[in-house]
Protein backbone atom coordinates (compact mmCIF):
# COMPACT_ATOMS: atom_id res chain seq x y z
CA UNK A 1 0.00 0.00 0.00
CA UNK A 2 0.99 3.25 -0.95
CA UNK A 3 2.41 5.41 2.12
CA UNK A 4 -0.44 8.15 3.19
CA UNK A 5 0.51 11.90 2.24
CA UNK A 6 -0.14 14.64 4.64
CA UNK A 7 -2.66 17.37 3.50
CA UNK A 8 -1.21 19.91 1.33
CA UNK A 9 -1.48 23.16 1.85
CA UNK A 10 -3.46 25.57 -0.03
CA UNK A 11 -3.76 29.07 -0.87
CA UNK A 12 -0.78 31.06 -2.59
CA UNK A 13 -2.43 31.36 -6.54
CA UNK A 14 -4.67 33.94 -5.37
CA UNK A 15 -5.14 36.53 -8.19
CA UNK A 16 -3.99 34.52 -10.80
CA UNK A 17 -5.60 33.59 -14.03
CA UNK A 18 -4.76 30.16 -15.76
CA UNK A 19 -4.86 27.87 -18.16
CA UNK A 20 -5.20 24.27 -18.92
CA UNK A 21 -5.63 22.42 -21.99
CA UNK A 22 -7.32 19.39 -21.79
CA UNK A 23 -8.52 20.09 -18.88
CA UNK A 24 -11.76 18.16 -19.03
CA UNK A 25 -10.11 14.26 -17.70
CA UNK A 26 -7.36 12.44 -16.62
CA UNK A 27 -4.30 14.80 -15.49
CA UNK A 28 -5.19 17.90 -16.87
CA UNK A 29 -8.90 17.59 -14.65
CA UNK A 30 -6.72 16.95 -11.49
CA UNK A 31 -4.06 20.44 -12.51
CA UNK A 32 -6.97 22.50 -12.58
CA UNK A 33 -9.25 21.43 -9.18
CA UNK A 34 -5.52 21.94 -7.59
CA UNK A 35 -5.02 25.36 -9.16
CA UNK A 36 -8.73 26.17 -8.57
CA UNK A 37 -8.28 24.90 -4.68
CA UNK A 38 -5.51 27.20 -4.20
CA UNK A 39 -7.00 30.32 -5.76
CA UNK A 40 -6.51 30.49 -9.03
CA UNK A 41 -9.20 31.69 -12.01
CA UNK A 42 -8.94 28.63 -13.88
CA UNK A 43 -9.93 27.99 -17.62
CA UNK A 44 -10.26 24.86 -19.10
CA UNK A 45 -10.61 23.38 -22.36
CA UNK A 46 -10.78 20.54 -24.50
CA UNK A 47 -13.11 19.13 -27.22
CA UNK A 48 -15.66 18.15 -25.75
CA UNK A 49 -18.62 20.27 -24.14
CA UNK A 50 -20.04 17.85 -22.03
CA UNK A 51 -17.18 16.53 -20.32
CA UNK A 52 -16.06 20.03 -19.95
CA UNK A 53 -19.15 21.22 -18.41
CA UNK A 54 -19.07 18.31 -15.97
CA UNK A 55 -15.68 18.73 -14.61
CA UNK A 56 -16.51 22.18 -14.16
CA UNK A 57 -19.13 21.48 -12.18
CA UNK A 58 -16.61 18.82 -9.97
CA UNK A 59 -14.07 21.65 -9.46
CA UNK A 60 -16.46 24.39 -8.83
CA UNK A 61 -17.25 22.25 -5.63
CA UNK A 62 -14.12 22.44 -4.51
CA UNK A 63 -12.66 25.48 -5.40
CA UNK A 64 -11.25 27.89 -2.60
CA UNK A 65 -9.53 30.79 -1.70
CA UNK A 66 -10.91 32.64 -4.03
CA UNK A 67 -10.34 30.49 -6.98
CA UNK A 68 -12.69 29.47 -9.97
CA UNK A 69 -13.38 27.79 -13.00
CA UNK A 70 -14.09 28.44 -16.49
CA UNK A 71 -14.64 25.78 -19.83
CA UNK A 72 -14.52 26.53 -23.63
CA UNK A 73 -14.33 23.84 -26.20
CA UNK A 74 -11.21 24.18 -28.25
CA UNK A 75 -9.00 21.98 -30.49
CA UNK A 76 -5.61 22.82 -29.80
CA UNK A 77 -4.14 22.23 -33.54
CA UNK A 78 -6.92 24.62 -34.42
CA UNK A 79 -5.13 28.18 -33.95
CA UNK A 80 -8.50 30.30 -34.17
CA UNK A 81 -9.59 28.08 -31.43
CA UNK A 82 -6.21 28.12 -29.20
CA UNK A 83 -6.66 32.13 -29.92
CA UNK A 84 -9.69 31.98 -28.54
CA UNK A 85 -9.27 29.81 -25.21
CA UNK A 86 -6.38 32.21 -24.37
CA UNK A 87 -8.82 34.90 -24.86
CA UNK A 88 -11.30 33.55 -22.44
CA UNK A 89 -8.61 32.98 -19.99
CA UNK A 90 -8.04 36.72 -20.14
CA UNK A 91 -11.60 36.96 -18.63
CA UNK A 92 -10.96 36.44 -14.68
CA UNK A 93 -8.85 39.42 -14.57
CA UNK A 94 -7.28 40.84 -17.80
CA UNK A 95 -3.95 39.61 -17.69
CA UNK A 96 -2.53 35.72 -18.06
CA UNK A 97 -0.25 34.09 -15.71
CA UNK A 98 0.12 30.33 -16.30
CA UNK A 99 -0.86 27.48 -18.87
CA UNK A 100 -0.60 24.03 -18.33
CA UNK A 101 -0.40 22.76 -22.08
CA UNK A 102 -1.73 19.13 -21.53
CA UNK A 103 -3.73 18.24 -24.47
CA UNK A 104 -2.08 15.43 -26.10
CA UNK A 105 -2.10 11.65 -26.95
CA UNK A 106 -0.47 8.89 -28.81
CA UNK A 107 -1.68 6.32 -31.08
CA UNK A 108 -0.67 3.86 -34.38
CA UNK A 109 0.85 1.45 -32.55
CA UNK A 110 3.14 -0.55 -34.68
CA UNK A 111 7.03 -0.79 -35.99
CA UNK A 112 7.83 2.62 -37.76
CA UNK A 113 8.00 0.45 -41.01
CA UNK A 114 4.17 -0.22 -40.88
CA UNK A 115 3.37 3.63 -39.33
CA UNK A 116 0.56 5.25 -41.38
CA UNK A 117 1.57 8.68 -42.47
CA UNK A 118 -1.85 10.36 -41.55
CA UNK A 119 -2.14 9.02 -38.42
CA UNK A 120 1.91 9.75 -37.40
CA UNK A 121 1.10 13.29 -38.52
CA UNK A 122 -1.89 13.59 -36.64
CA UNK A 123 -0.50 12.57 -33.46
CA UNK A 124 2.36 15.08 -34.29
CA UNK A 125 0.10 17.92 -34.59
CA UNK A 126 -1.98 17.28 -31.29
CA UNK A 127 1.43 17.21 -29.47
CA UNK A 128 3.71 19.04 -31.09
CA UNK A 129 2.03 21.97 -32.84
CA UNK A 130 -0.84 22.25 -30.20
CA UNK A 131 1.86 22.80 -27.33
CA UNK A 132 3.44 25.34 -29.90
CA UNK A 133 0.13 27.29 -30.84
CA UNK A 134 -0.58 27.36 -26.85
CA UNK A 135 3.12 29.30 -26.84
CA UNK A 136 2.25 31.04 -29.52
CA UNK A 137 -0.62 33.21 -28.42
CA UNK A 138 -0.19 32.65 -24.42
CA UNK A 139 3.55 34.20 -24.59
CA UNK A 140 2.80 37.49 -25.54
CA UNK A 141 -0.03 37.53 -22.70
CA UNK A 142 2.50 36.15 -20.58
CA UNK A 143 5.00 39.03 -20.92
CA UNK A 144 2.54 41.63 -21.01
CA UNK A 145 1.40 40.29 -17.49
CA UNK A 146 4.86 41.03 -16.31
CA UNK A 147 6.04 37.19 -16.17
CA UNK A 148 4.44 33.97 -16.20
CA UNK A 149 4.77 30.07 -16.30
CA UNK A 150 4.02 27.58 -18.98
CA UNK A 151 4.48 23.76 -18.10
CA UNK A 152 4.38 21.67 -21.39
CA UNK A 153 3.17 18.33 -20.57
CA UNK A 154 5.88 15.74 -21.44
CA UNK A 155 5.90 11.66 -20.64
CA UNK A 156 8.67 9.14 -19.45
CA UNK A 157 8.33 8.50 -23.75
CA UNK A 158 10.37 11.75 -24.77
CA UNK A 159 13.39 10.18 -23.43
CA UNK A 160 13.57 6.90 -22.86
CA UNK A 161 12.27 4.43 -25.65
CA UNK A 162 8.56 2.87 -25.39
CA UNK A 163 8.75 0.14 -27.98
CA UNK A 164 6.37 0.24 -30.95
CA UNK A 165 5.17 4.10 -29.96
CA UNK A 166 5.47 5.30 -33.44
CA UNK A 167 4.95 9.33 -32.89
CA UNK A 168 4.26 9.51 -29.56
CA UNK A 169 8.20 9.37 -28.31
CA UNK A 170 8.98 12.35 -31.04
CA UNK A 171 6.14 14.40 -29.81
CA UNK A 172 6.70 14.42 -26.80
CA UNK A 173 10.62 15.19 -27.31
CA UNK A 174 9.67 17.23 -29.36
CA UNK A 175 7.51 19.20 -26.32
CA UNK A 176 10.48 18.75 -23.93
CA UNK A 177 12.76 21.08 -26.76
CA UNK A 178 10.17 23.66 -27.42
CA UNK A 179 10.07 24.50 -23.35
CA UNK A 180 14.09 24.55 -23.27
CA UNK A 181 14.32 27.14 -26.24
CA UNK A 182 11.40 29.05 -25.14
CA UNK A 183 12.76 29.30 -21.71
CA UNK A 184 15.92 30.82 -23.07
CA UNK A 185 13.59 32.90 -25.60
CA UNK A 186 11.80 34.58 -22.94
CA UNK A 187 13.54 34.49 -19.76
CA UNK A 188 14.33 38.07 -19.99
CA UNK A 189 10.90 38.64 -19.94
CA UNK A 190 10.51 36.39 -16.64
CA UNK A 191 7.97 33.86 -18.90
CA UNK A 192 9.39 30.50 -17.78
CA UNK A 193 9.00 27.01 -19.46
CA UNK A 194 9.41 23.72 -17.68
CA UNK A 195 8.16 20.33 -18.94
CA UNK A 196 7.01 17.86 -16.89
CA UNK A 197 7.38 13.74 -17.52
CA UNK A 198 4.57 11.35 -16.27
CA UNK A 199 5.21 7.70 -15.88
CA UNK A 200 2.05 5.28 -15.51
CA UNK A 201 -0.78 7.38 -14.32
CA UNK A 202 -4.21 6.17 -13.18
CA UNK A 203 -5.89 8.02 -15.95
CA UNK A 204 -9.19 7.02 -17.94
CA UNK A 205 -6.78 6.28 -21.09
CA UNK A 206 -4.01 3.99 -19.35
CA UNK A 207 -7.05 2.11 -17.59
CA UNK A 208 -7.08 0.18 -21.21
CA UNK A 209 -4.03 -1.95 -19.80
CA UNK A 210 -5.19 -4.83 -18.28
CA UNK A 211 -3.69 -5.23 -14.93
CA UNK A 212 -3.19 -8.71 -15.68
CA UNK A 213 -1.19 -8.54 -18.60
CA UNK A 214 2.65 -8.65 -19.77
CA UNK A 215 2.36 -4.85 -20.13
CA UNK A 216 0.82 -3.88 -17.59
CA UNK A 217 3.34 -5.87 -15.71
CA UNK A 218 6.55 -4.75 -17.95
CA UNK A 219 5.23 -1.30 -16.11
CA UNK A 220 5.15 -2.46 -12.58
CA UNK A 221 8.72 -4.23 -12.90
CA UNK A 222 10.59 -1.30 -14.01
CA UNK A 223 9.10 1.16 -11.62
CA UNK A 224 10.98 0.93 -8.39
CA UNK A 225 7.88 2.08 -6.20
CA UNK A 226 6.21 -0.63 -7.70
CA UNK A 227 3.01 0.75 -8.15
CA UNK A 228 1.20 3.34 -10.58
CA UNK A 229 0.56 7.20 -10.09
CA UNK A 230 -2.52 9.29 -9.52
CA UNK A 231 -3.40 12.40 -11.49
CA UNK A 232 -3.00 14.51 -8.69
CA UNK A 233 0.72 13.14 -8.47
CA UNK A 234 1.36 14.92 -11.36
CA UNK A 235 -0.98 17.64 -10.45
CA UNK A 236 0.83 18.45 -7.30
CA UNK A 237 4.05 19.21 -9.31
CA UNK A 238 2.36 21.29 -12.12
CA UNK A 239 1.04 23.95 -9.28
CA UNK A 240 4.72 24.04 -7.76
CA UNK A 241 5.83 24.90 -11.17
CA UNK A 242 2.75 27.36 -11.65
CA UNK A 243 3.09 29.45 -8.44
CA UNK A 244 5.44 30.94 -7.28
CA UNK A 245 7.60 28.74 -5.21
CA UNK A 246 9.45 27.80 -8.46
CA UNK A 247 10.35 31.33 -9.76
CA UNK A 248 13.60 30.39 -10.05
CA UNK A 249 12.99 27.22 -12.05
CA UNK A 250 13.22 27.41 -15.85
CA UNK A 251 14.20 25.39 -18.47
CA UNK A 252 13.75 21.72 -16.46
CA UNK A 253 11.88 18.73 -17.66
CA UNK A 254 10.95 16.71 -14.15
CA UNK A 255 9.85 13.37 -14.21
CA UNK A 256 6.79 12.06 -11.80
CA UNK A 257 7.21 8.13 -12.54
CA UNK A 258 7.91 6.64 -9.38
CA UNK A 259 10.96 6.23 -10.57
CA UNK A 260 10.34 4.11 -13.90
CA UNK A 261 13.08 6.62 -15.49
CA UNK A 262 15.54 4.84 -14.22
CA UNK A 263 15.02 1.60 -15.49
CA UNK A 264 13.42 1.23 -18.84
CA UNK A 265 10.30 1.89 -20.95
CA UNK A 266 7.42 -0.22 -20.99
CA UNK A 267 7.08 -3.43 -23.42
CA UNK A 268 4.02 -3.03 -25.46
CA UNK A 269 4.84 -6.20 -27.63
CA UNK A 270 1.44 -7.79 -26.33
CA UNK A 271 -0.18 -5.88 -27.97
CA UNK A 272 1.63 -5.09 -31.05
CA UNK A 273 2.03 -8.57 -31.75
CA UNK A 274 -1.82 -9.12 -31.92
CA UNK A 275 -2.23 -5.95 -34.22
CA UNK A 276 0.52 -6.69 -36.69
CA UNK A 277 2.02 -10.28 -36.27
CA UNK A 278 5.32 -11.68 -34.50
CA UNK A 279 6.76 -11.47 -38.62
CA UNK A 280 5.97 -7.53 -38.64
CA UNK A 281 7.86 -6.82 -35.32
CA UNK A 282 10.69 -8.35 -36.69
CA UNK A 283 10.91 -6.27 -39.49
CA UNK A 284 9.45 -8.13 -42.39
CA UNK A 285 6.80 -6.25 -44.65
CA UNK A 286 3.15 -6.23 -43.49
CA UNK A 287 0.79 -8.40 -46.38
Known amino acids: MPKPTPPQPSGGLE ?3 VLVTGGATGIGRACAARLAADGAAVTICGRTESKLEEAAKAIEASASHGGSIRWIAADVTDEAQVEAAVARSLEPTGSLDGVIANAGGGGGIGPYHVQEVDEFLRVLHLNV ?9 AAPRMVAAGGGSFV ?3 SIAG ?3 H ?7 AGKAGIEAMMRNAADEYGPARVRFNAVRPGFIATELMAGVPRDSD ?13 VGQPEDVAKLCRFLIGPDSAW ?13 LRRGPDFTQFAEAMHGRDVLDG ?3 D
Open 15 to 17: GMA
Open 129 to 137: LGTMLCIKH
Open 152 to 154: GMS
Open 159 to 161: HQT
Open 163 to 169: LWFGAYP
Open 215 to 227: VYRSYIENTPMQD
Open 249 to 261: ITGTCINVDGGHS
Open 284 to 286: KPK
